[in-house]
């Protein structure tokens, strides 16, 4: 597990359709967030199972961060900027604009690096709110990159049911 100074908490929460951002290593140490942003989380609902689309609870950590610099709406394709710039909307779930890579902590979801789970920009900021993502948490692109530059690598990220 990387060894990194924790600056900030991420807590998800799945029925909330919301993300908070906490200074310090949990959430407890701060009792007001100092962000909520509006996720999308998977339409296919929870789990860790590969192939099964769907987005995993507990306790992550990120393992990367990718994308610094690029364009707002940048697609990204295999963590690669491909060098198009998304409109907004389509049917097309794209990862756009920045990259949290996360790995799981637990047992349960150790599987998440191997799955691709990630936190990223969406071209679909209309359904934010609601379950719409093919596993990974979506956020509008703006807050993205917000996000992108408050947290670090070895960050924790919880997500709840």
């Known amino acids: 597990m990387r060894t990194s100074k924790q600056?900030?908490?991420?807590?998800?929460?799945?029925?909330?359709?919301?993300?908070?951002?906490?200074?310090?290593?949990?959430?407890?140490?701060?009792?007001?967030?100092?962000?909520?942003?509006?996720?999308?989380?998977?339409?296919?609902?929870?789990?860790t199972e590969e192939g099964s689309f769907c987005t995993p609870l507990g306790r992550f950590m990120i393992e990367k961060k990718i994308g610094d610099g690029a364009p707002e709406r940048m697609i990204f394709k295999a963590r690669k900027p491909t060098g198009i710039i998304a409109t907004l909307g389509g049917e097309e779930d794209h990862v756009l604009t920045r990259i949290l890579w996360l790995s799981g902590l637990e047992t349960e979801n150790s599987n998440t690096y191997e799955r691709y789970i990630y936190i990223h920009g969406t071209n679909q900021e209309n359904l934010l709110g609601s379950p719409?993502?093919?596993?990974?948490?979506?956020l509008g692109n703006a807050a993205m990159i917000e996000l992108f530059n408050l947290v670090q690598e070895g960050d924790l990220v919880e997500i709840i049911a």
């Open 132 to 138: 719409a993502s093919h596993g990974c948490i979506r």
């Open 7 to 47: 600056s900030h908490h991420l807590r998800v929460s799945i029925p909330q359709q919301h993300l908070e951002v906490f200074k310090g290593k949990n959430s407890n140490d701060q009792k007001k967030p100092l962000a909520i942003y509006r996720i999308s989380s998977s339409q296919f609902g929870l789990g």
